[in-house]
């Protein structure tokens, strides 16, 4: 569960620039949507923007917390990569985000109430970035996630893309049935469309995808138990608008 932020320090290097930009969380109330200020310098080689601590919990491991989504692969300038971070357990412990890479990387967190959250950053240089999930200042397993920023060459706009159907809202799907939902791509540029699912327990769900012409893909995946399951959809390796679905 998300904590307000009751600290902000930034730790300088060696050299006098800017390291990482920390956020140390203590108990108190709850918000939905904390954000990280904008670090003041750009362009920094092997910059960080974090790591932002989340409070879930005490004693934890790396085993305890499990990252996926489009973000921790790639994703263009000027356009947030996101992905999904998720608590196994309810001992947790402190989950902190760092980004190294061409350039500082603001860090967005959103929780979702569920034991997950919803991480975006933003880097303004093409390159690779490495990507760490922490959990007590230890990587999880898989980190850091190495995600390859492209130049946005205006092939793609993401925010361009609908998303909708039973298959994506949060009640109403039943067990053993498919899903369904639609993409409408119509308008947002070349693509490619990537759909990827998992269950409350981290599995992967299949998602069925069937291009209709013209922009437009019916999709259905099909829940083989009654557990919150989370789809991501992303066009051009970047969310679309409201991913992931829950």
């Not at 949507?33 to 491991?61: D, I, K, M, N, Y």
């Not at 939902?181 to 070349?190: D, I, S």
């Amino acid at each position: 569960m998300i904590k307000r932020p009751q600290a902000i320090r930034t730790v300088l290097g060696d050299d006098g620039r800017i390291k990482a930009t920390v956020c140390t969380l203590h108990p108190g109330p709850q918000t939905d949507h904390t954000q990280l200020p904008s670090p003041p310098e750009v362009g920094v080689p092997q910059a960080f923007s974090g790591p932002f601590e989340v409070a879930v919990g005490p004693e934890a491991g790396p085993q305890q917390i499990r990252a996926w989504g489009p973000g921790l692969e790639g994703g263009i300038v000027g356009k947030p990569p996101t992905f999904v971070v998720e608590s196994i357990g309810s001992d947790v412990g402190v989950l902190g985000f760092a980004i190294e890479g061409p350039s500082q990387a603001k860090i967005e967190c959103e929780d979702q109430n569920d034991g997950s959250c919803d991480v975006s950053y933003w880097p303004t240089e093409p390159g690779e970035y490495a990507v760490h999930v922490t959990c007590d200042e230890e990587d999880i397993e898989h980190s850091p996630f190495m995600a390859h920023i492209v130049p946005d060459n205006n092939a793609n706009d993401p925010d361009k893309v609908q998303a909708y159907g039973p298959g994506l809202e949060k009640s109403g799907c039943l067990v053993n049935q498919p899903a369904e939902f639609t993409v409408n791509a119509k308008e947002a540029g070349k693509g490619p469309l990537k759909i990827t699912a998992q269950d409350a327990e981290g599995l992967p769900v299949e998602v069925k995808v069937r291009s209709k012409g013209d922009g437009l893909y019916s999709c259905s995946y099909t829940p083989t138990s009654p557990l919150k399951h989370t789809v991501a959809v992303a066009w051009g390796g970047v969310s679309v608008p409201n991913s992931p679905f829950r």
